[in-house]
């Protein structure tokens, strides 16, 4: 944190791989073992190196998507967030305005209730941590389209809070 004022603020969330996608990335490199000892010992064919080029490809994207971070950034009255993949890459998910935010809260909130009704675009940057207690997550309704769940630290909420008194929650 930069200053007293809270005017830049950031938070960096690790989150849990999906149960899927680790056995992805177990299945794909023996699959890249079985093809390449297969192409290189049994003389098989191109079928069997072009298998393994698939499976060394679907090995490299399964552990990208294994090991993942988010990176919240709260500055001058907008949020943003990365994601970061393989402590390697990183990818610009979303620019947020405080202004636009109709109210955040922690998601078991009952100041969310007035929204659970209606249809939004859900998009989940939190860890993925189903067990932790007590949760701590927040949700954010962005521009009447998205419903926005993420991990801030109270740092971030109350830097946000500071912007947004009416439509941010700590309950």
């Known amino acids: ?12 969330v690790a989150s849990k791989a999906s149960p899927l996608v680790v056995i992805l990335k177990y299945v794909s490199f023996g699959l890249a073992i079985f093809f390449l000892l297969s192409t290189l010992l049994l003389n098989a064919n191109i079928i069997c190196l072009l298998l393994f080029i698939a499976a060394v490809a679907g090995y490299y ?10 990176e919240y950034q709260y500055c001058d009255k907008e949020i943003s ?3 970061i993949l393989n402590k390697s890459s990183r990818k610009h998910i979303g620019t947020y305005e405080v202004e636009k935010i109709a109210v955040m809260a922690p ?4 100041h969310l209730s007035d929204y659970k009704n209606q249809t939004f675009k859900t998009l989940d940057f939190s860890a ?5 207690q007590p949760d701590p997550t927040y949700t954010f309704y962005y521009d009447g389209k998205e419903k926005i769940v993420f991990e801030p630290n109270s740092e971030m909420v109350a830097a946000i809070k500071a912007v947004a008194p009416r439509k941010v929650f700590t309950d």
């Open 1 to 12: 944190m930069i200053g007293n004022d809270n005017s830049y603020v950031e938070c960096l």
């Open 61 to 70: 994207f399964a552990k990208q998507n294994a090991d993942i971070e988010y």
């Open 81 to 83: 967030i990365d994601k």
């Open 107 to 110: 998601s078991g909130s009952y």
């Open 128 to 132: 993925k941590n189903k067990n932790a």
